[in-house]
Structure formats: structure tokens, C-alpha cells
């Protein structure tokens, strides 16, 4: 049976491709907000049966006040946690996942939701890492390319030539070539 | 960077690092000025000296803190002085045997609320209005005047949190019903003032530098600290979890000793404004250097339209024991998660109290630093009007006022008659179910 969804999320590339796959699970996602303002009136008014809601964001405060008020929210909201098992809250906490759901909601109904969210952030972390690592290579190639084109221009040297010296600086101090790259550019500026 | 040379490493709890069990720690935090003693540490290397190399995570939630601390993702953490509590019981969700074994700082948080409702109060009540501290009888009377009961919303910070309690009791001493009258919320620190100017409250209890911030952009008016609601009252203590304190016992120890030194030296008036300086920096506190200064340096505003008023007890982070974790003050926290409910089977009050507030702990790293604490666990409180001596073996230790802002008493010997006596509760608990269990 369906179950109506609510996802707080900054990241809206991210709550779209989970809204995706908890649709294709069958069930209703009835508002995805990036924005945590004046949380508590938005749970009342969608009602949902299950939050999903990004582990760093600071509305889960305003959520965990709502368990308490039934009188703001006539269906009080318990973390997912409240099973008790800690290694699944383990791999919730670091897959940044937390859930709310509504009290008496039976546990294997709102599992296979929770970890339909933990695998999406998962993807999502890793894909953030590639694109993280790929940034950061090709900041170090053009640190790299910056470098030898001074040490081309200073010393008047080949370009394979600047290249194999920055190698030579850099297996001699046991650094890596960017690092090398950096501290040449630092000198530049010092001149 | 303010660092202690590595060089001047002075020997840690049982003889230097070679004794710690783990010397690579994270420790969480909530950007609120008191994280400061866990910032002083860290700044100017106290934990560094007793071998530890700490990374300071700032948090977005105090749910997070507690998830975080009960999975061991964080090693410690700035916690709010209710919460070893509630998660220890399991109140919040999360079941995880927690402790306190030392606390950060006394008082700090204040109710600030919107002009709007300032000028209604004043013209609802204005001699209510015109006594210090100001109690909460001019917001009765504008929520006994039928239309606004319930239409009006206070945040505070997290359900187990000082402010929730010191802003329930405040209401509630006024006669309030915080349940019936009002509508309470919990609304994260940063987003309180944006939330009273869009009007989605009243109010709030919040700590600083939240309320100076208000005051400072024109957004609301402090109406009390909540010093004025109670003296000297307990407010963030250092919390691990149990399995971590038995299996890093060596380390609990280093830390503790390390956040010793550094909530000395920031009590000492002259190193206000450095730690200030230091708490407003982007990885901290992350706000205008000029507010946070403000409640440091002793000074308070209560409206922008009146000056800064000296009020060198706001914050308190070694003097009058500040850092003890007085197991009466663990008492007080559970007679009010029973008053409201939140404690809704009958539970041991004593024996849930001894497990998470650990004088014990405190004690060993404070002797091996030599410095005088407590001999006692417990002290009653609503006693002192002014400034007292508590004693202990080696002499005597100066302590604050610990008046309640309606004058009544607290005695940690009968938790059962203190409970009894509110007429305002939402109790779950039958009090004598609570005493056959407690007995």
C-alpha cells in the first residue's frame, strides 16, 4: 500500500532521483522542500506518513519537537530509529539519512523506504567524491602547466625539459609534482 | 593559530599519550558561544598538551549531536545538560547509555520576543511590564483576553534543553499553561531571528548570540535571561557514551582535564574578548565578532533602544563550581521531564540520575590537576539570594545565587513533593507509582 512521503532536502537533484525511485515504488511523495522554514506548519499541513529528511539539516530539531506537540500535529512523528538497532542507525548516520514516521506505522513498511533513501544519498556521496577528485586534478594539471611555462620562460628551457625538471625537484624532496608546481608559483609571486 | 608548542608537552593523565587509548579524536558541536571551552582547547592546545589531536565538527542539530555521540561517529560532544539524560532513558528516539562527566558552563540563553508583541504586553499590563525581572503575568493576561490564547507560538532549541524547561516554567509560574495557552516549537538557533521577523513566532528562549543579534538588527526585545528565571542554572555539559567512557578511560580523562584548563582561563575576565575573537570565526560561531562579544565581556542589551547593561554572570564557565556535574542538577531536569510529560512510565529517579551525571569522573581529573571541587553530589537549590560559600574538606569553594524566579525551593531529598506542588503539569506518571519506583 501506498504510503504518503514527505523529503526535506537542500539538494533538489538529489530528493528528485529519490522521489523518482520512491515513486516507482509505489508510493506518493507529496512535497519535496529545499527550504526548512517553518517546518513544523508544512508537516501539518501535507501530513505525511514518513519524513525523509537530510541528516544535516537543521530542521530534524523542529521534528523531533513534533513527536511531543500532538496538538500542533494531530499524528505524532517517532525517528525510525526507535527500533533499536544500532548498526542500521550506524549506516543511516553515515549515509546521512534520517527518518521520521508516524507512530504505529509497522517497521517493515517503512524499512524498505529508508533504505531505498540510504542507497540514493549513497550514490549520490560517491558521485560528489568523483566529481570532487575530478575538479581537483584538473586544478592540479593547470597548476602544473602554469608552473612550467615560468620556469620555461625564466630559465629559457624546452618544454619537456621544464617538465623533467619539476619531476627531478620533486623525486628529490619526496613531493608530489603539484606540490613542487605550487611552491614555484609561490616563489613567482614573492619576486 | 594560538598554539601550545608540542614541545612543551607536559605529561597527560596516567603518564603522557603512551597511557591514551585513542589520541585521534572528533568532538561535536553546536555553533552557540558556549562551545567555547571545547574552542579554547583546542585553540590554545590544552588538548594538544595532554596528547590528544582533536577535530572539532560543527553540527547543524542537536539530533544529530545525539545520533552521532550514540553511533560513535563523534568520540564526544557540547550537549545539551538534559540530554545524557534523555537518551540514556531513550525519550528522544535513540536509546544509548550516555554520561556527563563535567559541565561547560552555567546560565546563557535568554527569552527574546517580537516589538510587535513587546508594545501589546505594554499596553496589556504596563506595570507588570515595568518590574524587574519581568515575569510572564502581562502575557497571561494578553492570552486570558480570549482571542490570543493559542495564537501565540515560542520557540526554544530541542525538547530536552534548558530552554525548553526554563521557558515552561517561567509561563507556567505566571500562571500559563504552555500546552493550552501557546503554541511551543523548536527552531534551529541560526533561523530564530529570520523566523520572528517573518512572524512565524512570538518568541524565543535561545542561547547567544542569538538575542544580541536580535536586539542588534531592530528584529526584538529581550524580555529576561534566563539567569533571572534561575540563578546560576545549569545549561551544556561534555557528553560521551558509556561504552566509550569504560573503553577510553585514560582519554576521557586527558579531555576532561584539558577542558579544566581551558574553561579557567576563560572565566578569568581579560581573556573574554580573545575568546570571543576566537568563537566568531567562520568555523565557530561564525557571527559579527562586536555581538558575540557582547554577552563574553559581561555586558548585556536588552533592547536597542536602551544601553548595554553589566551582567557578569551571564555566562559562567569555572567559577561557583560551574563545571561540576551536580548530580541535583540532573534531579531538577527529571522532576521536569516528568512534569511534562516526557517521562511517561515510572522510572528510578536516583539510580537514572547516578548512572548519567558522573561526579566520580570529574573528581579524578580534577585532583589530579589539584583543583578544589565539591565533596558532595547533590546541593538543593532556590536557597541563596547572593553570593555563598559552599564547603569542602580543604576549605571553601565561592558560589553563586540559586534562586528560582518564582522563589520556591528545590530539595534533591524529596524530587516527589517538588513534583506535587506544580498546579500546572502534564504529567503521565501517577506521582506514587513514581515513589514506589524511586524508593
Not at chain 1, 514516521?101 to 556521496?125: C, H, N, S, T, Y
Not at chain 2, 499590563?125 to 480570549?146: F, I, K, S, Y
Amino acid at each position: 500500500m501506498s504510503l504518503k512521503i514527505l523529503i526535506v532536502d537542500q539538494d533538489s537533484g538529489r530528493s528528485a532521483i529519490l522521489e523518482q525511485a520512491l515513486s516507482d515504488a509505489g508510493h506518493t511523495v507529496v512535497a519535496r522542500l529545499r527550504s526548512e522554514r517553518d517546518l513544523a506548519s508544512k508537516v501539518a499541513e501535507y501530513r505525511p506518513d514518513v519524513v525523509i529528511i537530510d541528516m544535516e539539516a537543521p530542521g530534524r530539531d523542529t521534528l523531533e519537537q513534533m513527536r511531543e506537540v500532538s496538538r500542533d500535529n494531530p499524528r505524532p512523528i517517532v525517528l525510525f530509529s526507535n527500533q533499536r538497532d544500532p548498526e542500521y542507525i550506524r549506516q543511516a548516520v553515515q549515509a546521512g539519512v534520517s527518518a521520521y514516521v508516524v507512530d504505529g506505522l509497522q517497521k517493515e513498511r517503512v524499512l524498505p523506504i529508508v533504505e531505498v533513501a540510504m542507497a540514493r544519498f549513497r550514490e549520490f556521496q560517491a558521485l560528489r567524491r568523483e566529481l570532487e577528485e575530478t575538479r581537483s586534478r584538473l586544478q592540479e594539471r593547470k597548476i602544473i602547466e602554469k608552473a612550467k611555462g615560468i620556469l620555461m620562460q625564466r630559465r629559457g628551457l624546452s618544454e619537456d625539459a621544464a617538465y623533467q625538471l619539476m619531476r627531478k625537484m620533486a623525486m628529490d624532496r619526496n613531493l608530489r609534482l603539484v606540490e613542487v608546481a605550487r611552491t614555484l608559483l609561490a616563489l613567482e609571486d614573492l619576486v | 593559530m594560538v598554539t601550545v608548542a608540542a614541545a612543551e608537552q607536559h605529561p597527560g593523565y596516567a603518564g603522557g599519550s603512551e597511557g591514551l587509548e585513542k589520541t585521534r579524536l572528533v568532538l561535536g558541536f553546536i555553533p552557540l558561544t558556549d562551545c567555547v571551552p571545547l574552542v579554547v582547547a583546542q585553540e590554545r592546545g590544552y588538548f594538544g598538551k595532554y596528547g590528544l589531536e582533536v577535530t572539532l565538527s560543527r553540527e547543524s542539530s542537536w539530533a544529530n549531536i545525539r545520533d552521532k555521540v550514540a553511533t560513535g561517529v563523534l568520540d564526544g560532544a557540547h550537549m545539551l545538560a538534559p540530554m545524557p539524560i534523555a537518551t540514556t532513558l531513550g525519550l528522544g528516539g535513540v536509546r544509548k547509555a550516555t554520561i556527563a562527566p563535567l559541565a561547560l558552563d552555567l546560565n546563557g540563553n535568554a527569552i527574546t520576543i517580537s516589538g510587535d508583541l513587546h508594545s501589546r504586553l505594554e499596553h496589556a499590563d504596563p506595570r507588570g511590564m515595568a518590574q524587574r525581572p519581568v515575569n510572564a503575568t502581562a502575557l497571561r493576561r494578553l492570552v486570558g483576553e480570549g482571542g490570543e490564547a493559542g495564537s501565540l507560538r515560542f520557540a526554544s532549541v530541542f525538547p530536552s534543553s534548558s530552554h525548553h524547561y526554563l521557558l515552561r516554567y517561567w509561563l507556567a509560574a505566571a500562571g500559563i499553561d504552555p500546552d493550552r495557552d501557546l503554541g511551543l516549537t523548536v527552531i534551529p538557533p541560526p533561523q530564530m531571528v529570520a523566523s520572528l521577523r517573518a512572524r512565524e513566532i512570538s518568541g524565543y528562549c535561545v542561547g547567544e548570540p542569538w538575542n544580541e543579534y536580535a536586539v542588534a538588527q531592530g528584529a526584538g526585545r529581550v524580555l529576561t535571561t534566563s539567569y533571572e528565571i534561575w540563578n546560576n542554572h545549569p545549561e551544556k555539559v561534555f557528553g560521551v557514551n558509556l561504552e566509550w567512557a569504560e573503553a577510553h578511560p585514560n582519554t576521557l580523562q586527558a579531555l576532561l582535564m584539558a577542558l579544566l584548563e581551558a574553561a579557567q582561563w576563560i572565566d578569568r575576565p581579560e581573556n573574554r574578548i580573545e575568546a570571543a575573537t576566537l568563537l566568531s570565526r567562520p568555523a565557530y560561531v561564525n557571527a559579527p565578532v562586536e555581538v558575540v562579544k557582547r554577552s563574553m565581556s559581561g555586558f548585556f542589551q536588552y533592547a536597542a533602544d536602551e544601553p548595554a547593561v553589566p551582567l557578569p554572570d551571564f555566562h559562567v564557565f569555572y567559577r561557583y563550581a560551574a563545571t561540576f556535574p551536580w548530580r541535583s542538577h540532573a534531579l531538577w531536569f527529571l522532576t521536569q521531564m516528568v512534569r511534562w510529560g516526557q517521562v511517561a512510565e515510572p522510572i528510578p529517579l536516583e539510580r537514572v540520575v547516578e548512572a548519567v551525571y558522573r561526579p566520580d569522573l570529574y573528581r579524578q581529573a580534577a585532583r589530579a590537576l589539584r583543583l578544589p571541587c565539591p565533596d558532595t553530589d547533590a546541593k538543593a537549590e532556590g536557597i541563596h539570594a547572593g553570593p555563598w560559600e559552599l564547603e569542602i574538606g580543604s576549605g571553601t569553594l565561592p558560589m553563586g545565587p540559586d534562586r528560582f524566579c518564582d522563589g520556591t525551593r528545590f530539595d534533591p531529598n524529596d524530587p516527589i513533593a517538588y513534583l506535587a506542588d506544580f498546579q500546572i503539569h502534564r504529567r503521565k506518571v501517577r506521582l506514587e507509582d513514581l515513589a514506589r519506583c524511586s524508593a
